[in-house]
């Protein structure tokens, strides 16, 4: 019963974007997140989000119970509760990222349960790591089997190039703007390498910079996940981000955003392999790229340092960028003390229009 009913979870779970192989290691991590009665009524739930009422009555199943399960496995960060307009709770599965993996540590708690699911994720990355590297070794066959990226890097505003129009969904201030409500909590990567033993290697990198929009925001400020955030508190954390060179990363759709990730290279589990094996595209880059005046450039090294993928170089002691690498994140212009480095458009990309079954963080 017990390998078949998980079994039934994980396709379930495989319905939504991110999908995960039927691994020891992820039949693992899903025992730890739910017991057996939970797992059987998650794999049962139907795309989307549902009221109490209207599962009970598809899923003929008595709507008491179904509650208490619903609500202890949101507790763990499986089941998504959202609210319809007249205020009724409605119940979705969770998918894997953003979701399930993220709130595992959202918490910066350092638990023993917390503990335990890192070793189980850890686990589970190794399994990962020996398909991806497979997969990866032929760059251009990967990029075309994962298809379009999941996030898009956003570009430092104040860098943005003045003689150039820039379009609304490339202005963090007015992506920002069309929201209403927003929750930051833990970095889960970055709390991932902590437990295994390397932390960041950022000296004194933010840890709460993982920032969720809308209903999403809603349940993680209800359930306890993170804290709620106004938009003055949410410019001012970007703002910090930037300054330790973390690469801003939103959803890569137009409509109500989910999430918005502030990355390093050291840490982060989808820059890592980008940097790892050159011309992996997992995440688009914004439409920017940074380029030198190699006149002015004092070959100071800052720009070096603080770019998160390596597509910066000093090449006889004057910056040298990789337009193949960089993100157009623009952290390394921002830094520069001569000038020397500016952001210019490579791109006219528009991102797709959101789908319209995507619930928040559920589907």
């Not at 999908?19 to 797992?39: F, H, I, K, T, Y």
């Not at 007015?174 to 437990?195: L, W």
């Not at 997992?282 to 390596?310: A, H, T």
């Not at 690498?325 to 830094?335: D, R, T």
């Amino acid at each position: 019963m017990s390998d078949d009913v998980y079994m039934k979870l994980l396709g379930r779970l495989n319905q939504n974007p991110a999908r995960l192989p039927a691994l020891g290691s992820v039949l693992d991590l899903l025992r730890d997140l739910c017991n057996e009665e939970q797992a059987a009524l998650a794999a049962e739930m139907p795309l989307g989000a549902h009221t109490l009422k209207s599962l009970a009555g598809l899923l003929d199943r008595d709507e008491a119970r179904m509650e208490q399960l619903l609500e202890e496995m949101a507790d763990e960060g499986v089941i998504f509760i959202g609210k319809t307009p007249d205020n009724q709770k409605e119940y979705a599965v969770m998918p894997f990222a953003p979701g399930i993996l993220e709130l595992q540590f959202f918490k910066g708690e350092e638990t023993e349960k917390a503990r335990r699911r890192a070793k189980l994720i850890a686990k589970m990355h190794e399994e990962l790591d020996v398909l991806l590297n497979e997969l990866y070794k032929d760059v251009e066959t990967a990029n075309k089997k994962m298809g379009t990226p999941g996030l898009r890097t956003l570009a430092v505003e104040e860098e943005l190039p003045s003689n150039a129009e820039i379009a609304s969904w490339e202005r963090i201030t007015e992506i920002i703007e069309r929201e209403d409500s927003f929750a930051v909590g833990t970095c889960t990567c970055r709390q991932q390498t902590k437990f295994e033993g390397h932390p960041c290697k950022i000296k004194d990198v933010p840890m709460e910079t993982c920032v969720f929009f809308g209903k999403s925001a809603d349940f993680i400020v209800d359930r306890g996940f993170g804290r709620r955030l106004s938009r003055e508190d949410l410019i001012a954390l970007l703002k910090e981000c930037e300054k330790y060179g973390l690469i801003h990363n939103i959803n890569n759709f137009l409509g109500n955003n989910i999430v918005l990730c502030n990355c390093c290279g050291c840490c982060c589990e989808i820059l890592v392999p980008m940097i790892k094996h050159r011309g992996l595209k997992r995440i688009m880059g914004s439409n920017f790229v940074s380029v030198v005046e190699p006149e002015s450039c004092i070959g100071c090294g800052e720009c070096v340092d603080i770019c998160q993928v390596g597509a910066i170089e000093l090449k006889e002691d004057i910056a040298v960028t990789n337009s193949d690498y960089c993100m157009g994140c623009g952290n390394c212009v921002s830094l520069c003390p001569t000038g020397s480095l500016s952001l210019v458009r490579c791109s006219d990309y528009k991102p797709r229009e959101q789908r319209e079954d995507i619930v928040a963080f559920g589907r």
